[in-house]
């Protein structure tokens, strides 16, 4: 399976439509959002396009093809409007047999791990910088941010797929690749 992970759209049209062009490029059989889907919150400067209502008709048309994790700025009104689950905090993948924790990273994050054994992967946004790296006995996995990257970060989206974990920016070009041997 291969999945394609984005965090932290914050309400952009201009970055959804992109990151919906690269799924599609990528071929990727699901698309996993780590939520901040529409709000771009108190702390955010409005990102490039923003316009919620537009971000709701995109994602909603591929609904069947996503995963969602809640966000800090997702709310129970969100979820009236997408027709696709938000509101879970946390969400379990398995990956080379390996335990994947999906969250947003507000709740759960290295400050805060949720149960996780040796050699599982932490996989959360909410930071907007991309990282990858061994932390203790876990595997912490962030794609940064789509719509407002953070500390001079790309637009980015990660890639999992059986060969490993593939960094990219919006124009698809992979800038950081981690084998599943190395993970």
């Given at each position: 399976m291969?999945?394609?992970?984005?965090?932290?759209i914050?309400?952009?049209?201009?970055y959804?439509?992109?990151?919906?062009?690269?799924y599609k490029?990528?071929?990727?059989?699901?698309?996993?959002?780590?939520?901040?889907?529409?709000?771009?919150?108190?702390?955010?400067d409005l990102?490039?396009?923003?316009?919620?209502?537009?971000v709701?008709?995109m994602?909603?048309?591929i609904?069947?093809?996503?995963?969602c994790?809640?966000?800090?700025?997702?709310?129970e009104?969100?979820?009236m409007?997408?027709?696709?689950?938000?509101?879970?905090?946390y969400?379990?993948?398995y990956?080379?047999?390996?335990?994947?924790?999906?969250?947003?990273?507000?709740?759960?994050?290295?400050?805060?791990l949720p149960m996780?054994?040796?050699?599982?992967?932490l996989?959360?946004?909410?930071?907007?910088?991309?990282?990858?790296?061994?932390?203790g006995?876990?595997t912490?996995v962030?794609?940064?941010?789509?719509?407002?990257?953070?500390?001079?970060s790309?637009h980015?989206?990660?890639?999992?797929?059986?060969?490993?974990?593939a960094?990219?920016?919006?124009?698809m070009?992979?800038?950081?690749?981690?084998?599943?041997?190395e993970?």
């Amino acid at each position: 399976m291969k999945l394609m992970v984005v965090s932290d759209i914050h309400g952009s049209a201009y970055y959804c439509e992109k990151m919906l062009e690269c799924y599609k490029n990528e071929n990727a059989d699901k698309l996993v959002i780590l939520g901040d889907i529409l709000y771009h919150g108190p702390r955010n400067d409005l990102p490039q396009g923003y316009a919620p209502k537009q971000v709701i008709e995109m994602l909603n048309n591929i609904k069947e093809e996503i995963l969602c994790v809640r966000g800090n700025c997702d709310t129970e009104v969100d979820q009236m409007v997408l027709q696709f689950p938000i509101l879970a905090e946390y969400a379990f993948l398995y990956w080379n047999e390996k335990m994947i924790f999906v969250t947003h990273g507000h709740n759960f994050n290295l400050d805060k791990l949720p149960m996780l054994k040796k050699g599982d992967i932490l996989l959360h946004g909410h930071t907007h910088i991309p990282v990858c790296e061994t932390a203790g006995d876990i595997t912490y996995v962030n794609p940064g941010s789509i719509s407002i990257p953070k500390q001079n970060s790309q637009h980015s989206y990660i890639i999992i797929d059986d060969a490993g974990i593939a960094f990219k920016n919006l124009e698809m070009e992979q800038y950081k690749f981690v084998s599943a041997e190395e993970l």
